[in-house]
């Protein structure tokens, strides 16, 4: 995958050159599709930015692409073979940031795992290994870096999802997870606020393009789902890393403890993209398990 944007974001977008300069930001999932582009909208603004990831190559592949854009090979830190389950290798993450770029701004705890799949067929090791990645993950993230964000002052956006806000199936585990994620922002929000550091949630809808949604619905239902969505089209990268800039940027700077949904008003009509799925799927194999 090459990059979203370009340099032409700086002048379309409603933000000023030099936005965030002088900042740094840490990301988990950086290179995975969503967040590499909020990645790219902080570099192109002037971030530094660490990209945490599992994968060796995806991961040093992605921070020479978006250093790219900004014709800087300083710009972007890949730093792999980080899980954010365990935590220790996230603290030696935030020590190889901060040697390197003396301080961290703004997090992003965006990496997640996903998959489809009921409540009958889930395993509990599937519902934990979810669990583990987005919410345990998550608060890893939180942990691990917030002796940073407190002498920054800076700022945690937590990815999130609207799969809890009713009962969407084939999706209890994730839905699981970021419920716990949208209450572990909130927490953070009040416990941290006193120290400077606000705490938000970004909750995409349908985002076209991503691994995550293609693997969750098929060409079919995508025709059906965006007719569905009251602002008629799919979401789009972009329109995340730009909700992303504002939340980190000073306009929000009274922003905490909130959860901006980017979803063109999805989840109030109860589009998902599983009404294609429901029920038949509950009744495949019962033996069969993930
Ligand atoms: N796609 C959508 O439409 C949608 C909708 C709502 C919410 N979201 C949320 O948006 C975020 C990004 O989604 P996406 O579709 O862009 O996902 P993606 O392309 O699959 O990227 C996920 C990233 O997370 C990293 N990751 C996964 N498990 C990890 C682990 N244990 N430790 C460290 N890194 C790990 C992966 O890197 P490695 O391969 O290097 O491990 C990957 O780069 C997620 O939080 C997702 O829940 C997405």
Redesign the pocket.
């Known amino acids: 995958m090459v990059n979203t944007l370009d340099k032409t974001f700086l002048e379309k977008s409603s933000w000023k050159p030099d936005l965030f300069k002088g900042k740094v930001g840490f990301v ?9 582009v909020q990645v790219e909208a902080l570099v192109l603004l002037g971030c530094k930015v660490a990209i ?5 190559e ?2 040093e592949r992605v921070a020479k692409e978006i250093s790219s854009l900004v014709d800087n090979p300083d710009a972007v830190l890949p730093i ?1 073979k ?4 365990e935590v220790k290798q996230l603290e030696s993450a935030v020590k190889r940031t901060v040697d390197r770029y003396g301080r961290i701004d703004y997090v992003i ?6 998959f489809i799949c009921d409540f009958n067929h889930l395993s509990a090791n599937a519902f934990k290994s979810v669990v ?3 919410l345990l ?1 998550s608060f890893n993230t939180a942990k691990a870096t917030m002796p940073e964000l407190i002498k920054s002052r800076g700022s945690i956006l937590f ?5 809890h806000y009713y009962g969407v199936p084939f999706q209890s585990h ?1 839905g699981a997870a ?1 419920a716990g994620i949208d209450a572990l922002s909130n927490a953070l929000a009040v416990e941290m606020g006193p120290f400077g550091v606000r705490s938000n949630c970004i ?6 393009g ?4 293609d693997r ?1 619905i098929g060409d079919a239902s995508k025709k059906k789902t965006t007719s569905k969505i009251p602002l008629q089209r799919l ?1 789009t ?1 972009e329109d ?1 890393a730009q909700a992303t800039v504002y939340l980190f940027s000073p306009a929000a700077s009274y922003v905490s403890g909130t959860i901006q949904i980017v979803d063109g008003a999805m989840w109030h009509i109860g589009t998902h993209f599983a009404h294609e799925l429901y029920p038949d799927l509950l009744f495949k194999d019962p033996k069969a398990k993930l």
């Open positions: 988990t999932g950086g290179a995975g599709t969503i967040c590499r945490i990831g599992r994968d060796h995806k991961t792999s980080v899980d954010v389950r705890a965006g990496a997640a795992g996903n583990s990645i987005d993950g990815v999130s999802a609207t799969f994730v970021k909750a995409p809808g349908a985002i076209q991503t691994e995550g949604f969750l979401g990268t995340i």
